[in-house]
């Protein structure tokens, strides 16, 4: 308007217009900008599976320990919805049908009205607000002016104050739309926009179809994260794929991955909401909520749109492995291109786990082959070498990985392993040092000819002058029943054993005792041997025995015939690796009142230990007697004299630790002997036979205590000879 002698006022009308013309130009561009800056992602950009790396380089990093955040998006500009535009805010002069103006005069606030008018034209914002706020005070019921005074508050940018007032008088203008409205752009626009959806909740409970209200809340819904209460209060109150989606986010939030895949499930039944990155996004909830069923869904819904994308594919081979699903792990794998080393990597420790040991290992040589220095390759080589026990292969491979790569993570702890079973298969390999203590032992032998012994024996080991001694005594008893009557007869023995370490890896064994039986006579026991061990992981030994010849013969006719017996015997063992050997070939000479006989027998055996507990081996054991037997007349045959008897054999020996204190051992064998027999003196009959041997045992230490059982039985499977034999010990050791 014009005034006399003042220059030009401005409409409050065009201030306002053009004020709310420039807020809604810096609003568009800046929502443009933000949005191009960051790129579409509505419903979201998922940038990978945030759990996992993009390639594995070691056992833990498959799985590692921490989660990142789930990744979110920004709002794609074809996506946004228009700003709703600010109400015209028509100013009518005074002296036209202004009724704000006249209402005003009545009650003497016309003057106060153009002031405040006039300072706002002016951009004098803290003048124009207290004018307005003396006018209220006047009008405190006035809608115009409330409408006029929250338009002015916005053209100052004070939307916030615009939306408390607007809110503030709703309750005396129940059911304004208009107002709900303004107070609702207000909130808006004033970064509000919980308030600003409850606000357009309201004026759409007056108008459901409002146009203008309906595009304001897809604005604020499409634009807003809000939090998980109102999340929940928006879907259930709409249920609408839109709040499912806000819904889920909300909740993913809040680390609550697993209830998040049912609103996202809802969310993705929309054909709009139906892409490729809310898909991922989808998938990389159920990733974290451990739901790998759901995972793989997800994924296979999304490679129906990406078939070729290979990293899909592998965060569900990678979930079922960190669940120990190993079959669908390896389902999902045999589906990708194993080309990339790390990927056949990946594939080999599923294989590991799986233990399908020997396939990871033709998988890990490939690897080694395209990438000869990788040392995590080198390393799971080494750990799969170790295991079986091969610990000088396992040594190597520790060896080529540290010059690769020293600090990969336990290469340290398996060469430190790796060098402890070289020396624990060294001291195998050398004999065992009798510990200072006391020793009661209970043996039993039988077999189906009706011959049987029963011995008890009690030791005491001790050292003296640098040698160690080992004294016992003991008493045995033999039955038998070769002419259909049984006959036992008992003796007692005395025995001394001495070892003398003639320089380091030579020792010298002797043994003199001597047993009686009172029916039939007293035997002479002497002995000595020589062995060399720590030779290259290889012991070799020469030993002769002068004995008894009955518990040999298993023959009650040998006791009776006073049978004696004289063995030369060479043993050979080595240890390399997982591999160990041993050979034993012997010469005896029977003698007896009866007359006598001389046997060659020899065995060899080839162990290899599959795992820590198992071993298998194969084995040879032959015997050849030149005479046949002598016979002792209503005793019968003093020993089995076959002209040759060959038994090839394989077998398993299993052993593990029940507890520190229990170990538990067993055995299996089974072979085919082949036995040309003499006449009168057939055990299994001239042919081949299958034979079998099971045995097991038990161990418990205690402190300075061990106790021990064990059998073993076996023999002809089918017809022929079997025997047994138990033993039960117990050992107390002196001093530490």
């Not at 009706?450 to 039955?479: K, P």
């Not at 039986?517 to 002995?527: E, K, N, Q, T």
């Not at 090839?648 to 055995?667: F, H, I």
């Amino acid at each position: 308007m014009n005034r006399p002698g003042r220059g030009t006022v401005y409409s409050i009308t065009m201030i306002a217009v053009v004020g709310g013309l420039v807020l809604i130009g810096v609003m568009a561009l800046w929502l443009m900008n933000s949005s191009a800056a960051n790129g579409p992602a509505f419903p979201v950009t998922v940038f990978g599976d945030p759990r996992t790396f993009d390639k594995v380089i070691a056992l833990p990093a498959i799985r590692p320990a921490e989660r990142a955040t789930l990744p979110q998006g920004t709002l794609d500009n074809s996506q946004l919805l228009p700003l709703p535009a600010v109400p015209v805010y028509t100013f009518i002069p005074k002296n036209a049908a202004d009724s704000l103006y006249a209402r005003a005069a009545t009650v003497g606030m016309q003057t106060e009205l153009d002031r405040a008018r006039a300072a706002a034209q002016a951009g004098t914002r803290d003048r124009a607000l207290f004018l307005y706020d003396e006018i209220a005070a006047k009008l405190p019921n006035d809608r115009t002016l409330l409408v006029e005074r929250a338009s002015v508050l916005a053209s100052f940018g004070e939307h916030r104050r615009a939306a408390a007032l607007l809110r503030g008088a709703l309750s005396r203008f129940p059911g304004d739309y208009e107002l709900e409205m303004l107070a609702a752009r207000n909130a808006w626009w004033s970064e509000q926009p919980i308030l600003a959806d409850s606000l357009v909740g309201q004026a759409l409970a007056q108008r459901p179809a409002d146009v203008e209200a309906t595009r304001l809340r897809e604005t604020i819904r499409t634009t807003t994260q809000p939090p998980l209460a109102v999340a929940r209060e928006w879907a259930r109150t709409s249920n609408a794929p839109r709040e499912q989606l806000l819904l889920a986010r909300a909740l993913v939030r809040e680390g609550a991955y697993a209830p998040a895949l049912a609103p996202y499930r809802l969310a993705l039944r929309d054909p709009r909401l139906h892409t490729d990155s809310l898909l991922l996004e989808a998938a990389s909830a159920a990733a974290a909520a451990d739901s790998v069923q759901a995972l793989e869904a997800l994924t296979n819904e999304y490679l129906a749109l990406h078939p070729t994308d290979a990293a899909a594919s592998l965060r569900v081979a990678r979930a079922y492995s960190w669940h120990g699903d190993y079959a669908s792990a390896m389902r999902v794998y045999e589906q990708l291109d194993w080309s990339d080393p790390a990927i056949r990597l990946e594939v080999a420790q599923v294989l590991i786990w799986s233990k399908r040991e020997r396939e990871a290992e033709g998988e890990l040589k490939t690897v080694l082959a395209a990438r000869p220095n990788d040392a995590t390759t080198l390393k799971l080589l080494g750990d799969l070498s170790l295991w079986r026990g091969d610990y000088a292969v396992a040594q190597g491979y520790y060896a080529r990985a540290f010059q690769s790569d020293p600090t990969i993570e336990g290469l340290g702890a398996g060469q430190l392993a790796a060098a402890a079973g070289i020396e624990q298969a060294r001291l195998a390999s050398l004999p065992r040092p009798t510990p200072d203590g006391a020793v009661a032992t209970v043996d039993g032998f039988g077999d189906n000819q009706g011959f049987h012994w029963l011995s008890t024996r009690a030791s005491r080991s001790f050292r003296a002058g640098g040698a160690g001694f080992n004294a016992s005594v003991g008493q045995t008893s033999y039955e038998g029943s070769p002419t259909g009557v049984l006959s036992r007869n008992t003796g007692a023995n005395l025995q001394v054993d001495g070892t003398f370490d003639l320089r380091p890896g030579l020792r010298l064994t002797a043994m003199v005792g001597g047993e009686s039986y009172a029916r039939v006579s007293s035997f002479a026991l002497f002995g000595a041997g020589l062995s060399v061990f720590d030779l290259h992981g290889i012991q070799l030994g020469v030993d002769y025995r002068h004995q008894p010849a009955v518990s040999r013969a298993a023959t009650f006719a040998a006791l009776q015939a006073r049978a004696t017996s004289d063995v030369l015997a060479v043993t050979f063992s080595s240890t390399r690796g997982a591999w160990s050997s041993a050979a034993r070939v012997e010469g005896e000479r029977f003698a007896s009142t009866v007359g006598g006989a001389n046997r060659v027998a020899g065995a060899a055996t080839v162990t290899r230990a599959l795992t820590p507990s198992l071993a298998a081996s194969v084995g040879l054991s032959a015997l050849r007697v030149d005479r046949p037997s002598p016979v002792l007349p209503r005793f019968g045959n003093v020993v089995w004299a076959p002209s040759s008897y060959v038994e090839p054999s394989v077998g398993l020996a299993y052993r593990t630790k029940v507890s520190e204190k229990l170990s538990v051992g067993a055995g299996w064998q089974m072979g085919y002997g082949f036995a040309q027999e003499r006449a009168g003196d057939q055990r299994f009959g001239t042919g081949s036979i299958p034979t079998g041997t099971l045995s097991g045992d038990l161990l418990y230490t205690s402190g300075l205590w061990t106790v021990g059982a064990g059998g073993s039985y076996g023999g002809a499977l089918v017809r022929g000879y079997r025997a047994g034999l138990v033993r039960i010990q117990a050992s107390y050791r002196l001093g530490q």
